[in-house]
């Protein structure tokens, strides 16, 4: 049987919900078609005057309740199936928190680090020049993914905003402050993978997470600041945390603000020495109250679920447990926080910060703070109360929630013309 695709898999799971909703098959295949697919192919010319093509996505999976959103990932890996999966869980990310966009993602196959900064600056400008025909600040709001950041914003916010002749700040989020980004981004997807970890505590283990283990698989924005803000504001114990260079584990708790600071000087993890050196595998089986699988998708699968002994995971990640995993978890007792739940913190604050950049206008910190707060735990709770009615597992009850919005909104609009 040939191997299930992403959004194969995805879509699943989507009708799981979809038939506890009961919703009919018109609506359905209007939720689960993408509105825009587009795929370019573009040359670079590289420092040594050879050229290189490279292949870009820009996915736009559903627009009804806004703006499409969503990041732009540089990663060998990217394909056609990841982008249509990802952009597909925006649209369901941005329901569920509750914020007017609908989803979208896009894409490089690259792998930035054979790149110089001159290089990377000609390949993001020209793909954003690609893109441009369905992007815009109205039509679909680009953001950070994996191996993208602040800096590569700017080339994209400049690269747009030369073409129509003015600054124009909500074409992209994630962009840095002092070119309109908002205070709390870069921690926003950390802070609320965080305040979900702590509800989810609260609510399947009868506690707060103080003093709870939890173990953090990935070490990138999402994984270093979950880790570092579970244990600074939260006083979780995390007892493992890893990186592209292994697993990292002390049972008695790790300086999470130590290796969050010799990770940022060093690069990478490699070479700290005050944990015990395990492996990703190995982090993933760890018996711990909570792991936070924080790297990339397809982490937990048919063949390691079983071996998780966590009492609940929180996906911080996007996809990072596989349809025949979920299953498996879910059999064995294991509460699973889906994705699109778990991280909706980063996009909830790209909303905030294309808000403040429409009307010009800057929040200050503590106001970002409360209300990502606010937003996440409304999230959480409208999950836990479709949870207790329909008696199903937590990604299901969320699905629910998101689609509910999205249909209703559908519904409301009705169909042009
Ligand atoms: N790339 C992030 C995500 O997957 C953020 C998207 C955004 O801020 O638009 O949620």
Known sequence: ????????????????????????????????????????????????????????????????????????????????????????????????????????????????????????????????SEISIIVGPTEDVPAPDVNTNGKIMSWFLDTYSMNVGHSTLGIVTGKPLELGGSLGRSEATGRGVSIIANEASKYFLGDEIKGKTVAVQGFGNVGSFTALILEQTYGAKVVAISDITGGYYNPEGINVKEAFDYATANKSLEGYNKAQKITNEELLELDVDVLIPAALERAITAENADKVRAKIIVEAANGPTTPEADEILNSKGIKIVPDFLSNSGGVTVSYFEWVQGLYSYFWDLENVRSALEKIMKGAFKDSVDMLE?????????????????????????????
């Open 1 to 128: 049987m040939a191997k299930e695709s992403l959004f194969e898999g995805a879509l699943r799971q989507f009708n799981k919900a979809a038939d506890l909703l009961k919703l009919d098959g018109g609506m359905r295949e209007v939720l689960s078609t993408h509105k825009r697919e587009l795929t370019v192919h573009f040359p670079v010319k590289m420092d040594d005057g050879s050229v290189r093509v490279f292949t870009g996505y820009r996915f736009q999976h559903n627009i009804t309740r806004g703006p499409a959103k969503g990041g732009i990932r540089y990663h060998p890996n990217v394909s056609e199936d990841e982008i249509k999966t990802l952009s597909f869980l925006m649209t369901w990310k941005c329901a569920v928190a509750g914020i007017p966009f609908g989803g979208s993602k896009g894409g490089i196959k690259v792998d930035p680090t054979e790149l110089s900064e001159s290089e990377l600056e000609r390949l993001s400008r020209r793909y954003f």
């Open 389 to 417: 009615e329909q008696k199903t597992d937590m990604r299901t009850a969320s699905y629910m929630v998101a689609i509910n919005k999205v249909a209703t909104a559908t519904r409301l609009r009705g169909i042009f013309p």
